[in-house]
Nanobody, 121 residues
Framework: QVQMVESGGGLVQPGGSLRLSCVAS????????MGWYRQAAGEQRELVANITRDGTTVFYKDSVKGRFTISRNRDKKTVYLQMNSLKPEDTAVYYC??????????????WGKGTLVTVSS
């Protein structure tokens, strides 16, 4: 079974930067689109950015455009979120998400456990 494991969260001052990473591990046939969601306290989970398998198409939530960059490794199993010019309102738990094709060719949606990003002085 596939697992998504995030890393890179932490505490950063406003205006600072962080880089989140997420790697798919375990048994699977293929990883398709990958993305990052976030959920602030008391709020619903929202899509921040996603990227297609070949990396040619990306999407960003309006409030992070120009500040965040999503990318993925050539191995197609790792996705990154470079976050610059961080603001207090970016504080949230960030979740990695991927569409995975299993070894039996089922298409499933997989989530990581999340990594906390806190932007505060």
């Amino acid at each position: 079974q596939v697992q998504m494991v995030e890393s890179g969260g932490g505490l950063v001052q406003p205006g600072g930067s962080l880089r989140l990473s997420c790697v798919a591990s375990g048994s699977f046939f293929r990883i398709n689109d990958m993305g990052w969601y976030r959920q602030a306290a008391g709020e619903q989970r929202e899509l921040v950015a996603n990227i297609t398998r070949d990396g040619t198409t990306v999407f960003y939530k309006d409030s992070v455009k120009g500040r965040f960059t999503i990318s993925r490794n050539r191995d197609k199993k790792t996705v990154y979120l470079q976050m610059n010019s961080l603001k207090p309102e970016d504080t949230a738990v960030y979740y990695c998400n991927a569409e995975s094709v299993t070894t039996t060719y089922q298409v499933i949606n997989v989530w990581g456990k999340g990594t906390l990003v806190t932007v505060s002085s």
